[in-house]
């Protein structure tokens, strides 16, 4: 199942890049202006034709992306840091630690001359 989603986006991925290339140029980048379909359809047909494919082809795009993600993770096992992760030895309580006893305060030394 997963080769036969893989071919078809690959299909898909091809599909989406010509359709994409086959469209106008609105900012005239590099000077290529996409006039290779003017006797084909009208300019405007043309241009609702392409952005519905596109639309349709992305969509599809999408979709086959998530199915094979989806599909390729259904034979892992689920893994994860804050279920499994390191085992925890049983704690131990700290022995108890004698009293406090003030630090010893340094001897005064007279200032000197």
Known sequence: MVIILLVFHVLVILALIG?????????GALGMGGGGMS???????????LTRATAILAALFMTTSVLLVVLSNQHRSAHSILE??????PSV???SLPPAHPAPTPPKVPPSR
Request: glycine share 18%; proline share 7%.
């Open 19 to 27: 359709v994409v290339l086959m469209q106008k140029s609105e900012g």
């Open 39 to 49: 006797g084909f359809m009208t300019g405007r047909s043309t241009a609702n034709l």
């Open 84 to 89: 499994g992760g390191t085992k925890t030895q």
């Open 93 to 95: 309580p700290l022995p």
